[in-house]
């Protein structure tokens, strides 16, 4: 069912800051990536406060379910801007490009255009045309007539700044334009004067100077303007505001217009005169002439794309800054860009604008529109290529004008759809026009016509509101129109869609049916012909009707036209009737368009005859012959239509070449006579010639006509005429078939009526024939008389007469019908005589059959029943029966031939089934003892093979092949017979495997003994003796054991291999060597790892060994290799370890200087174990052999001792490294490998600086000098380098690197901070002192020159902080509300700065000044807005602030109640987050944390920013802020020393996704962090944790993230929950 023609507001999708403003006269130009929305009128202003159009691009993308979205296009870095413009055109003239042409440039002055773009939206560029001028001599009126030109607009840095405020969407747009209030007089005359200065290229001057730069000339004329426009609106309802809406009110609310302009208010007036002076300023001032290559400039026009050209015609507008409409036409090539004006004749519409056109089969089409004068509903095409007019005298409605119009393709005829506008629909003209939103379709069939569709909607149901100037598009995979926007005394910005696929139809439409006709039972073939077959994917729908049936079937689409189907099965539904048909494709609707097709009853070939001299004998030989296939349907009747399918085929018998005789074709011909009759049509040789016809029926199976196959005769002495159908041969043929039909009846009446005595059986006998025989010929005895019939018909078609024989015909059949009634009496007549002589023969045939179950039950005593019976007795016993079954079958016969008269042949099965039992019982016996021939023959040859020449295999397939035989003799399983072959076979299949297994080469003399013991008998096994010797040992009687022996024997001589193979691989295995990095002289082992994973392949090989029954014979080796084996494994491993401490001890014990100072008695200990270990490694490089090494005696209990002491070594550094940790406590976030390089190059500072920033947040190096140039001596740092960002910070004084590492990297803090706050005071007394804060350049300067940029943010907030609650105290004054605009101001320095040209690092200090400003300015808006007071209030004290105290002389960061100290942490020169009011709460929620001695807890979804906020905070107030990534991996001992290292330094900890740690360690964790928590409330200075003393900084914090519900988390204890504050 099509959709309901029905308006639907379209709901917007998507990001909403993505929202299209309001606005008219734009245009919706569909392409491939969806509806290209440019230009139009929202509501904006240019920078003299007059309404301005704008250039915005956006893509309107359809969605399902009633929405849709606007994508905003970036345009190519390349790409130019059109100028802004409304009420211009737009035509898709390519696949990927959108022409655009003309259109307001400037409402007020107003100003049209005459340029034309070209939108690339494969690339999404715009490109400017320049128009080529017409050939030399050939310029037209028009282009005499032009006198002003439309300066080529180039999009530069300054045309871009002058248009960006025009960037602002929705809400702010609308306050920044009323914040202008009313335009006052001098800026009016700003306005004119910088219009006139503009067009003479003087600079540009802002509105506010306007009037200043004008002349008195210009001063005196406007303020008289003034005045008059003052008074004639005084007594008005409200002033001449310059808002958008104002300045497009409805005609019928506002007065007359004297010229007929689009905005017809007082001020409107008053603009028109001002314009006009303008305009003559620049006559007088001699402006450039129009641009002579286009038509002269206007807006509210069409342009209609007409082939390779464009056609436009009308408008409104003109050169500089005149208003007329226009009638001309011009002509865009698309080939050469070269304007052309048509000239043409006949009735040309009269000049408009506000008009619609389009353009269809080489005639464009002019609707509607207006002019100064009139308002028109007339239509007018124009005759392209005869350049002829012509009035269509086809109107609709009343006088509309800037309505919207779609040219829709539709099938059968195209549709044109026009939309709202402004209706004259009071007769009042322009000024009563009104708002309109009907609907109206016009036809382009033969005959043109309008329509209006009712809608299918509730009278409640909502509709677009009257409009004027909407765009309108149409979307063909959904067929429905698309609207947006539109004036209605307002700018709208609504999306509607009306489906108008009931009007339209689908994109396809139906023809004709081939063929028109076909069975009832369907599955017919037929082919439907149309148009638009692929324009619609989708599953092919057609349906049959007739009347309020219908029935439906799948089709499939060929090409555009073609579809093919099987028709449905209509034999219970429709029935045979004539339908209507039509097509659905996919979701589209049904066609409207339809096509007739007849069903009729199937033929049926049972039903249907063949006549005519093609299907007689003694036709004439080699010449044309023909018969007739007459169809008939179920109940008999002849059919009336064609189109059957029939199987034909036409053979004559001929002798080949070899003289045998074959069918050869016969070519003919068929006419189907499309009422019933297919005459076949042939010509044969002399002979006989056979013609089959079969039907192909509704299942598609071919079915014999009644009579087929025939077998005519040809012969070349045939009469004259003998191939026709009144010739002699049908003559003959009817009389000899009606004598035929007569004898027939004569004999069958005179045979039925035989008198029959008591007894008689053969009379009896012959009376049931001729009743039979009625029965048998009864359906041929109908074809013959239905033959006759329509063989005469034929005749009389043919003009021969032929009433005789159809009388004939007529008695014929009447006495046959007669006849039949006389045979079923005749019938009742001898059934009692037939039931007793049945009685009697029955009788005989139960004492036969009981005859033979006596037989049959002697036949299970013989002899070949019995396999001790022997071959030759048993066959002769087989013969003997043989012929008794013969001697049974010749009496059988006798009976059956009676039984069968009488009906009753079936008696005899009983005595057929006995019969038939004892034979096949026979056959199977002797089938039996010929197979046990066959297997004698076989056996007795291979026991007499020599041992050394047996092959197992074969004899094996033999015999079983053998045994396969005997399954196939079908005989009783359970016969002693079978059985006793069945057991000789049954010992050779177990024989000749256990042969197989026995000519293993593993078998030895030990296995031959067991086999011996085991049998009883003994032979001496060579390969000399015969199988016969190894049959007469009866192995078959032991085959579990000879297997077992057999497999003893294998697995034995795997294990032997193995055991060699073992022997052979291990003496070539040996340790490699490298030399130690520090000693080059100490070669360290290594076994590769191929030899590694050898030695676990043979560890598992002998494992293996032991798990198997034989091990006994070779336990011995077995047990050896599993030693020395394990022995290898072992202390390889060993050794590496040992190795791998060794050398990690060894760098610290022997070469660092401090950890000898430090751990004097471990060194010494180490000094041993170095000797132990040097010493094995050179006993190792001495044997090289692993096996050989690692099977020493007590090499494992001396690798183990060494280990041992080793680990002693290690314990005792680690203790070293836990002391340092305390005494520095940042090292606890550093690894133990990196820790041990700091402490292994304490003494040579610069070694320990590259490390830095794994401690240091922001430090990358120090820069370092050495006192009087010696590099032996300890450096001083004298700056620090960056590592986030770049920059380099020196110190005030140098920091001199001596004593301990831990010590100097103490005085690192302590240094950079002191530099930090040194550098922090200097800045701000000079920001104070110079007076930096009230000039935003200094200030930039300022910030780019500080030293340190941290420092120069910490200023910038101290004075922000001071510059609000200055204004707060200011409050009565406006104070708050001009801070607020003073850091806008400075806002906007800053940003003008990174205009100019700077370094890297100084641009990184400006953009992060400027997201601090931008958020301290919308905190200073919002204080505003919501008309805060006091610096008391919660929105001021919620923010974070920072105060220099002068009693500390330091700075203080402080929010709510919470006071914290500047950490004075070096952040380096790094980007900063920007700060929402979101942000602002959560640093409300995390201070206040830190305030009561809790930790903070955020969490949320992945990607929210939860651990950026939380480091952005740390560097707010200078704090380290280290990262900790929570794995499952981490234990309770990491996270003690984590807060270990946190709660000694001070710094902050934030652990990422911290519920990912398991249960376990998050309940140790609530243990440790409350006793961190508690020791902060107690204000202690030292605290227990996990069980060593640790100092305490209470400036730590401490955060963890989360995203609750994720895969693998965990839950928090209630306990630790409580010690973190969450934020959401």
């Given at each position: 069912?099509?959709?309901?023609?029905?308006?639907?507001?379209?709901?917007?999708s998507?990001?909403?800051?993505?929202t299209?403003t309001?606005?008219?006269?734009h245009?919706l130009?569909?392409?491939?990536?969806?509806?290209?929305?440019?230009g139009?009128?929202?509501g904006?202003?240019?920078?003299?406060?007059?309404?301005?159009?704008n250039?915005?691009l956006?893509?309107?993308k359809?969605?399902?379910?009633?929405?849709?979205?606007?994508?905003?296009i970036?345009?190519d870095?390349?790409?130019?801007?059109?100028p802004?413009?409304?009420l211009?055109?737009?035509?898709?003239?390519s696949?990927?490009?959108?022409?655009?042409?003309?259109?307001?440039?400037?409402?007020?002055?107003?100003q049209?255009l005459?340029?034309?773009?070209?939108l690339d939206?494969?690339?999404?560029?715009?490109k400017?045309?320049?128009?080529?001028?017409a050939p030399?001599g050939?310029?037209?009126?028009?282009?005499?007539?032009?006198?002003?030109?439309?300066?080529?607009?180039?999009?530069?840095?300054a045309?871009?700044?002058?248009?960006?405020?025009?960037?602002l969407?929705?809400?702010?747009?609308?306050?920044?334009?009323?914040?202008?209030?009313?335009?006052?007089?001098?800026?009016?005359a700003?306005a004119?004067?910088?219009?006139?200065?503009?067009?003479?290229?003087s600079?540009?001057?802002?509105?506010?100077?306007?009037?200043?730069a004008?002349?008195?000339?210009?001063?005196?004329?406007?303020?008289?303007?003034?005045?008059?426009?003052?008074?004639s609106t005084?007594?008005?309802?409200?002033?001449?505001?310059?808002?958008?809406?104002?300045?497009m009110?409805?005609?019928?609310?506002?007065?007359?217009?004297?010229?007929?302009?689009?905005?017809?208010?007082s001020?409107?007036?008053?603009?028109?005169?001002?314009?006009?002076?303008?305009s003559?300023g620049?006559?007088?001032?001699g402006?450039?002439?129009?641009?002579p290559?286009?038509?002269?400039?206007?807006s509210n026009?069409?342009?209609?794309?007409?082939?390779n050209?464009?056609?436009l015609?009308?408008g409104?507008g003109g050169?500089?800054?005149s208003?007329?409409?226009f009638?001309?036409?011009?002509?865009?090539?698309?080939?050469?860009q070269?304007?052309?004006?048509?000239?043409c004749?006949?009735?040309p519409p009269?000049?408009?604008?506000?008009?619609?056109?389009?353009?269809?089969?080489?005639?464009?089409?002019i609707?509607?529109?207006?002019?100064?004068?009139?308002?028109?509903?007339?239509?007018?095409?124009?005759?392209?290529?005869?350049?002829?007019?012509?009035?269509?005298?086809?109107?609709?409605?009343?006088?509309?004008?800037?309505?919207?119009?779609q040219?829709?393709?539709?099938i059968?005829?195209?549709?044109?759809f026009?939309?709202?506008?402004?209706a004259?629909?009071?007769?009042?003209?322009?000024?009563?026009?009104?708002?309109?939103?009907?609907?109206?379709?016009?036809?382009?069939?033969?005959?043109?016509?309008?329509s209006?569709?009712?809608?299918?909607?509730?009278?409640?149901?909502?509709?677009p509101?009257?409009r004027?100037?909407?765009?309108?598009?149409?979307?063909?995979?959904e067929?429905?129109?698309?609207?947006?926007?539109?004036?209605?005394?307002?700018?709208?910005?609504d999306?509607?869609?009306?489906?108008?696929?009931?009007i339209?139809?689908?994109?396809?439409?139906?023809?004709r049916?081939?063929?028109?006709l076909?069975?009832?039972?369907?599955?017919?073939?037929?082919?439907?012909?149309?148009?638009g077959?692929?324009?619609?994917?989708?599953?092919?729908?057609?349906?049959?009707?007739a009347?309020?049936l219908?029935?439906?079937?799948?089709g499939?689409?060929?090409?555009?036209?073609?579809?093919?189907?099987?028709?449905?099965?209509?034999?219970?539904?429709?029935?045979p009737?004539?339908?209507?048909?039509?097509?659905?494709?996919?979701?589209?609707d049904f066609?409207?368009?339809l096509?007739?097709?007849?069903?009729?009853?199937?033929?049926?070939a049972?039903k249907s005859?063949?006549?005519?001299?093609?299907?007689?004998?003694?036709?004439?030989?080699?010449?044309?012959t023909?018969?007739v296939?007459?169809?008939?349907?179920?109940?008999?009747?002849?059919?009336?239509?064609?189109?059957?399918?029939?199987?034909?085929?036409?053979?004559?018998?001929v002798?080949?070449?070899?003289?045998?005789?074959?069918?050869?074709?016969?070519?003919?011909?068929?006419?189907?006579?499309?009422?019933?009759?297919?005459?076949?049509?042939?010509i044969?040789?002399?002979?006989?010639?056979?013609v089959?016809?079969?039907l192909?029926?509704?299942?598609?199976?071919?079915?014999?006509i009644?009579g087929?196959?025939?077998?005519p005769?040809?012969?070349k002495?045939?009469?004259?005429?003998?191939?026709?159908?009144?010739?002699?041969?049908?003559?003959a043929?009817?009389?000899?078939?009606?004598?035929?039909?007569?004898?027939?009846?004569?004999n069958?009446?005179?045979?039925?009526q035989?008198?029959?005595?008591?007894?008689?059986?053969?009379?009896l006998?012959?009376?049931?024939?001729?009743i039979?025989?009625?029965?048998?010929?009864?359906d041929?005895l109908?074809?013959?008389?239905d033959?006759i019939?329509?063989?005469?018909?034929?005749?009389?078609?043919?003009?021969?007469?032929?009433?005789?024989?159809?009388?004939v015909?007529?008695?014929?059949?009447?006495?046959?019908?007669q006849l039949?009634?006389?045979?079923?009496?005749?019938?009742?007549?001898?059934?009692?005589?037939?039931?007793?002589?049945?009685?009697?023969?029955?009788?005989e045939?139960?004492?036969?059959e009981?005859?033979?179950?006596t037989?049959q039950?002697g036949?299970?005593k013989?002899?070949?029943?019995?396999?001790?019976?022997?071959?030759?007795?048993?066959?002769?016993?087989?013969?003997?029966?043989?012929?008794?079954?013969?001697?049974?079958?010749?009496?059988?016969?006798?009976?059956?031939?009676i039984?069968?008269?009488?009906?009753y042949?079936?008696d005899?099965?009983?005595?057929?089934?006995?019969?038939?039992a004892?034979?096949e019982?026979?056959?199977?016996?002797t089938?039996?003892?010929?197979?046990?021939?066959?297997?004698?023959?076989?056996?007795?040859?291979?026991?007499?093979?020599?041992?050394?020449?047996?092959v197992?295999?074969?004899?094996?397939?033999?015999?079983?092949?053998?045994?396969?035989?005997?399954?196939?003799v079908?005989v009783?399983?359970k016969?002693?017979?079978?059985?006793?072959?069945?057991?000789?076979?049954?010992?050779?299949?177990?024989?000749?495997?256990?042969?197989?297994?026995?000519?293993?080469?593993?078998?030895?003399?030990r296995?031959?003994?067991?086999?011996?013991?085991?049998?009883g008998?003994?032979?001496?096994?060579?390969p000399?003796?015969?199988?016969r010797d190894?049959?007469?040992?009866?192995?078959h009687?032991?085959?579990?054991?000879?297997?077992d022996?057999?497999?003893?024997?294998?697995?034995?001589?795997?294990m032997?291999?193995?055991?060699k193979?073992?022997?052979?691989?291990?003496?070539?295995v040996?340790f490699?060597?490298?030399p130690?990095?520090n000693?080059?002289?100490?070669?360290?082992?290594?076994?590769?790892?191929?030899?590694?994973?050898?030695?676990?392949?043979?560890?598992?090989q002998?494992?293996?060994?032991?798990?198997s029954r034989?091990?006994?014979?070779?336990?011995t080796?077995?047990?050896?290799?599993q030693?020395?084996?394990?022995?290898?494994?072992?202390?390889?491993?060993?050794l590496e370890?040992?190795?791998r401490?060794?050398?990690?001890l060894?760098?610290?014990?022997?070469?660092?200087?401090?950890?000898k100072?430090?751990?004097?008695?471990?060194?010494?200990k180490?000094?041993?174990?170095?000797?132990?270990?040097?010493?094995?490694?050179?006993?190792?490089?001495?044997?090289?052999?692993?096996?050989?090494?690692?099977?020493?005696?007590?090499?494992?209990?001396k690798?183990?001792?060494?280990?041992?002491?080793?680990e002693m070594?290690q314990?005792?550094?680690?203790?070293?490294?836990?002391?340092?940790?305390r005494?520095?406590?940042?090292?606890?976030?550093?690894?133990?490998?990196?820790l041990?390089?700091?402490?292994?190059?304490?003494n040579?500072?610069?070694k320990?600086v590259?490390?830095?920033?794994?401690?240091?947040?922001?430090?990358d190096?120090?820069?370092?000098?050495f006192p009087d140039?010696d590099?032996?001596q300890?450096p001083?740092?004298?700056?620090m380098?960056?590592?986030?960002?770049?920059?380099?910070?020196?110190f005030?004084?140098?920091?001199?690197?001596?004593?301990?590492?831990?010590?100097?990297?103490?005085?690192?803090?302590?240094?950079?901070?002191?530099?930090?706050?040194f550098?922090?005071?200097?800045?701000?007394?000079e920001?104070?002192?110079?007076?930096?804060?009230?000039?935003g350049?200094?200030?930039?300067k300022?910030?780019?020159?500080?030293?340190?940029?941290?420092?120069?943010?910490?200023?910038q907030?101290?004075?922000?902080?001071?510059?609000?609650?200055?204004?707060f105290?200011?409050?009565?004054?406006n104070?708050?509300?001009?801070?607020?605009?003073?850091?806008a101001?400075?806002?906007?320095?800053?940003i003008?700065l990174?205009?100019t040209?700077?370094?890297?690092p100084?641009?990184?200090?400006?953009?992060?000044a400027?997201?601090?400003?931008?958020?301290?300015?919308?905190?200073?808006?919002?204080?505003?807005?919501?008309?805060?007071?006091s610096?008391?209030?919660f929105?001021?004290?919620s923010?974070?602030?920072?105060?220099w105290r002068?009693?500390?002389?330091?700075?203080?960061?402080?929010?709510?109640?919470?006071?914290?100290?500047?950490?004075?942490?070096?952040?380096?020169?790094?980007?900063?987050?920007?700060?929402?009011p979101?942000?602002d709460?959560?640093?409300?929620?995390?201070t206040?944390s830190?305030?009561?001695?809790?930790?903070?807890?955020?969490?949320?979804?992945a990607?929210?920013?939860?651990?950026?906020?939380?480091?952005?905070?740390?560097n707010?107030?200078?704090?380290a802020?280290?990262?900790?990534?929570?794995a499952?991996?981490?234990d309770?001992?990491?996270?003690?020393?984590?807060?270990?290292?946190?709660?000694?330094?001070g710094?902050?900890?934030?652990?990422?996704?911290f519920?990912?740690?398991?249960?376990?360690v998050?309940s140790?964790?609530?243990?440790?962090?409350?006793?961190v928590?508690?020791?902060?409330?107690a204000?202690?200075?030292?605290?227990?944790?996990q069980?060593?003393?640790?100092?305490?900084?209470p400036?730590?914090?401490?955060y963890?993230?989360?995203?609750?519900?994720?895969l693998?988390?965990?839950?928090?204890?209630?306990?630790?929950?409580a010690l973190f504050?969450?934020?959401?």
């Open positions: 069912m099509p959709f309901p023609y029905g308006w639907i507001k379209l709901n917007q998507g990001d909403a800051e993505r299209v309001p606005r008219a006269g245009t130009t569909p392409m491939s990536q969806g509806f290209f929305m440019f139009g009128m929202d904006r202003r240019n920078d003299q406060g007059n309404p301005a159009p250039s915005d956006f893509i309107l359809l969605g399902n379910k009633g929405e849709y979205e606007w994508q905003p970036e345009l870095a390349a790409s130019q801007v059109p802004v413009r409304t211009h055109s737009a035509v898709g003239t696949p990927d490009e959108i022409f655009i042409w003309g259109g307001i440039h400037s409402a007020m002055p107003f049209t005459q340029d034309g773009w070209i939206t494969s690339c999404m560029e715009w400017p045309i320049h128009f080529k001028a030399a050939n310029k037209g009126a028009a282009a005499r007539r032009m006198s002003g030109q439309i300066q080529d607009r180039s999009v530069d840095d045309g871009r700044k002058k248009t960006s405020s025009l960037k969407r929705g809400s702010k747009a609308r306050a920044s334009v009323s914040g202008r209030g009313s335009i006052s007089f001098s800026s009016l700003g004119a004067t910088r219009a006139v200065s503009d067009r003479r290229g600079s540009r001057t802002s509105v506010a100077c306007g009037g200043a004008g002349s008195k000339k210009w001063h005196g004329i406007l303020q008289k303007k003034m005045g008059l426009m003052l008074n005084r007594g008005g309802a409200g002033g001449g505001g310059g808002g958008g809406a104002s300045s009110k409805m005609r019928k609310n506002a007065g007359p217009s004297p010229t007929g302009n689009l905005m017809a208010t001020e409107e007036q008053f603009h028109e005169e001002l314009v006009a002076m303008v003559q620049q006559k007088d001032d402006s450039a002439s129009a641009d290559n286009a038509p002269p400039p206007r026009h069409t342009t209609s794309l007409h082939e050209s464009l056609i015609f009308g409104h050169i500089g800054y208003r007329r409409p009638n001309d036409t011009w002509v865009l090539n698309l080939d050469n070269r304007w052309t004006e048509m000239a004749h006949g009735n009269a000049p408009r604008s506000g008009h619609q056109a389009f353009s269809k089969d080489g005639c464009v089409y609707f509607a529109g207006w002019n100064n004068e009139l308002q028109f509903n007339d239509l007018f095409m124009l005759d392209v290529e005869n350049k002829d007019w012509s009035d269509v005298d086809l109107s609709w409605g009343a006088p509309r004008w800037n309505c919207s119009l040219l829709v393709e539709a059968p005829s195209w549709r044109v026009v939309f709202g506008g402004t004259d629909l009071t007769g009042e003209g322009r000024t009563g026009g009104i708002f309109d939103n009907r609907i109206g379709a016009l036809e382009l069939a033969d005959q043109f016509r309008w209006d569709p009712p809608l299918e909607m509730k009278p409640d149901e909502p509709m509101a009257p004027e100037h909407s765009a309108i598009c149409y979307d063909k995979d067929s429905r129109l698309i609207i947006f926007g539109g004036w209605a005394n307002k700018w709208l910005d999306v509607w869609q009306i489906n108008v696929s009931s339209v139809g689908p994109p396809y439409a139906i023809s049916v081939v063929p028109p076909g069975p009832v039972t369907g599955q017919m073939k037929v082919t439907v012909y149309g148009v077959f692929l324009s619609t994917n989708g599953i092919v729908i057609i349906e049959f009707t009347g309020k219908s029935a439906q079937t799948q499939n689409v060929i090409s555009d036209e073609i579809i093919e189907c099987l028709t449905p099965a209509v034999a219970t539904t429709i029935g009737k004539e339908c209507q048909v039509r097509v659905q494709i996919g979701p589209r066609t409207t368009t096509a007739k097709y007849s069903y009729f009853l199937n033929t049926i049972d005859l063949c006549f005519g001299p093609g299907m007689l004998q003694e036709q004439q030989a080699n010449q044309e023909r018969f296939i007459q169809c008939r349907n179920q109940n008999g009747e002849n059919r009336k239509s064609g189109r059957d399918e029939f199987v034909i085929t036409v053979q004559q018998r002798v080949n070449s070899e003289g045998k005789e074959v069918l050869r074709d016969v070519p003919f011909e068929v006419n189907d006579q499309n009422d019933g009759k297919y005459e076949v049509k042939y044969a040789d002399e002979g006989e010639v056979v089959d016809v079969k192909i029926d509704e299942n598609g199976k071919p079915q014999r009644r087929s196959p025939f077998r005769t040809f012969s002495m045939a009469r004259n005429k003998a191939n026709e159908h009144a010739g002699p041969v049908v003559t043929w009817l009389a000899s078939t009606l004598k035929s039909l007569d004898e027939f009846y004569q069958t009446n005179t045979g039925h035989t008198k029959l005595k008591d007894g008689d059986v053969m009379n006998i012959k009376v049931m024939n001729h039979q025989d009625m029965y048998k010929e009864e041929t109908i074809l013959r008389q033959e019939f329509e063989t005469l018909q034929q005749l009389d078609r043919e003009g021969v007469p032929s009433d005789k024989q159809l009388k015909l007529k008695k014929t059949g009447a006495n046959l019908t039949k009634e006389d045979i079923v009496a005749k019938e009742k007549e001898i059934q009692p005589m037939m039931q007793k002589e049945s009685a009697k023969y029955k009788d045939i139960v004492a036969f009981e005859e033979l179950k037989y039950g036949l299970r013989e002899a070949y029943y019995y396999y001790k019976s022997g071959l030759e007795l048993a066959q002769k016993r087989l013969n003997d029966v043989t012929n008794d079954l013969n001697s049974f079958d010749s009496r059988m016969e006798d009976l059956l031939h039984a069968t008269n009488f009906n042949p079936e005899l099965n009983g005595s057929k089934k006995l019969m038939a004892m034979r019982d026979v056959a199977n016996c089938g039996l003892w010929n197979f046990e021939v066959q297997r004698i023959k076989i056996t007795e040859g291979f026991l007499v093979i020599k041992w050394g020449n047996v197992a295999g074969d004899m094996e397939d033999e015999i079983k092949a053998l045994f396969k035989k005997l399954k196939e079908k009783d399983r016969s002693d017979c079978f059985t006793g072959v069945q057991d000789v076979v049954k010992k050779w299949t177990i024989f000749c495997p256990l042969i197989g297994e026995l000519r293993d080469p593993a078998m030895r003399t296995h031959w003994t067991q086999l011996m013991d085991l049998c008998k003994s032979i001496i096994v060579t000399d003796i015969l199988l190894m049959w007469n040992l009866e192995l009687k032991f085959p579990d054991a000879v297997e022996t057999a497999d003893q024997a294998k697995q034995e001589m795997k032997e291999n193995v055991l193979k073992l022997a052979k691989e291990w003496t070539n040996d490699g060597f490298e130690h990095k000693n080059p002289e100490v070669l360290l082992p290594k076994l590769a790892d191929d030899k590694f994973e050898m030695l676990e392949e043979h560890q598992v002998v494992q293996n060994m032991f798990a034989f091990l006994a014979t070779f336990e080796e077995v047990v050896t290799w030693k020395t084996l394990s022995n290898v494994a072992e202390t390889s491993a060993l370890e040992v190795k401490s060794w050398v990690f060894e760098n610290l014990f022997i070469y660092s200087d401090e950890v100072k430090e751990l004097p008695e471990d060194t010494d180490f000094v041993g174990l170095d000797m132990d270990v040097k010493e094995m490694l050179m006993n190792c490089n001495q044997i090289q052999s692993a096996k050989e090494f690692c099977n020493q005696s007590n090499i494992y209990q690798l183990e001792k060494v280990m041992e002491g080793l070594c314990k005792a550094l680690f203790e070293f490294m836990d002391g340092k940790k005494a520095f406590p940042r090292f606890y976030f550093m690894s133990s490998n990196d041990l390089d700091v402490l292994s190059n304490g040579q500072p610069a320990v590259p490390q830095f920033p794994k401690f240091f947040i922001a430090i190096s120090f820069d370092l000098e140039g590099e032996t300890r001083n740092a004298v700056g380098n960056a590592c986030v960002g770049k920059e380099f910070v020196p005030p004084e140098p920091l001199p690197l001596i004593g301990k590492v831990e010590s100097y990297l103490d005085k690192c803090i302590d240094w950079f901070r002191m530099a930090l706050k550098f922090a005071k200097k800045d701000i007394g920001y104070y002192e110079k007076k930096i804060g009230a000039d350049v200094l200030r930039g300022f910030i780019a020159d500080s030293t340190a940029a941290q420092c120069a943010l910490l200023v907030l101290v004075s922000w902080v001071l510059l609000v609650e200055q204004g105290e200011k409050f009565e004054s104070g708050v509300h001009d801070a607020w605009q003073e850091q101001e400075l806002l906007l320095k800053l003008e990174t205009m040209n700077l370094d890297k100084t641009r990184q200090k400006v953009m992060c400027i997201t601090l400003d931008a958020h301290n300015r919308d905190v200073q808006e919002r204080l505003v807005l919501e008309k805060v007071e610096k008391d209030a929105q001021w004290q923010m974070l602030k920072c105060y002068e009693e500390k002389d330091d700075a203080s960061m402080e929010i709510c109640d919470a006071i914290m100290p500047y950490g004075y942490e070096y952040l380096g020169n790094g980007p900063r987050l920007v700060v929402t979101l942000t709460r959560i640093y409300v929620t995390a206040q830190l305030w009561l001695c809790m930790g903070c807890a955020p969490q949320g979804p990607g929210t920013g939860k651990t950026e906020s939380t480091k952005d905070l740390a707010a107030v200078a704090k802020c280290y990262v900790i990534n929570a499952p991996e981490m309770y001992l990491s996270l003690a020393d984590i807060y270990k290292g946190l709660s000694s330094s710094t902050w900890g934030c652990f990422d996704e519920n990912r740690l398991v249960p376990e998050l140790v964790c609530t243990v440790q962090f409350k006793a928590c508690d020791a902060i409330r204000h202690q200075n030292r605290f227990m944790l069980g060593d003393e640790i100092f305490l900084d400036e730590i914090g401490c963890i993230t989360m995203n609750p519900g994720y693998g988390r965990s839950e928090l204890p209630e306990g630790l929950k504050r969450p934020i959401t």
